[in-house]
């Protein structure tokens, strides 16, 4: 368990949690390079389930896996065209999605679905995003999805969730007198706007309309 440290009596009353001691390592079975992980944020009574893609464009793949014993054990991978720089599930599915690298033109934005029951994945690609994608990022209501790319007339592209899928409904560019690139994406807690750390040492907000 995490232990807390003793406050000096006349400070601030802080707690401050020491993690790094607990950390340990686990093991993949997916045998791939993992460009993006994250946990889905599914409330289950069996073991959680975490998407992990592969960052090389070689025998590229999403993988979805359990873990079990120490080990994250692989149940069902689906094969990519591209490398993945990020991934995000969204709130309380088994829906996502992921950002891959740019390739030849092909689509880099994807929207998949895991399908425990049937045992497969169903990936939809966003067909009219090409760009390569640096951050994914939905926003606290889970009906909107910020897409941070390497573009220069379009860096920031949101998304609304739809029955099917996503579709397009606004963008933004950092900077308009010169070219920045934007590397993370966060929404403020209420989903007042968004918070970019770019190329220029800046971090850029973006107020929702």
Do not use: C
């Amino acid at each position: 368990m995490p232990r807390k440290t003793s406050i000096p009596s006349g400070q601030s009353k802080v707690t401050d949690v020491e993690y790094a001691s607990e950390l340990s390592t686990v093991s993949d079975s997916t045998g791939r390079r993992v460009g993006a992980a994250e946990w889905a944020q599914v409330p289950t009574s069996e073991s959680p389930v975490i998407a992990l893609a592969s960052y090389q464009s070689q025998d590229a793949a999403l993988t979805i896996g359990k873990f079990q014993s120490d080990k994250i054990e692989s149940i069902i991978a689906e094969p990519l065209q591209a490398g993945v720089r990020s991934l995000a599930w969204h709130p309380g599915s088994y829906a996502g999605v992921i950002g891959t690298i740019a390739k030849n033109l092909l689509p880099t934005l994807h929207y998949f679905t895991y399908i425990p029951d049937e045992h497969r994945i169903d990936m939809r690609p966003i067909s009219f995003e090409t760009e390569e994608v640096y951050g994914l990022e939905w926003d606290p209501s889970g009906q909107y999805l910020a897409v941070l790319k390497k573009s220069s007339n379009e860096q920031v592209t949101i998304y609304k969730k739809t029955v099917t899928g996503i579709k397009k409904v606004s963008g933004a560019l950092l900077d308009r007198n010169h070219v920045v690139r934007g590397y993370d994406i966060s929404w403020h807690p209420e989903g007042r706007g968004l918070i970019v750390g770019a190329s220029d040492r800046k971090s850029t907000r973006l107020n929702s309309s």
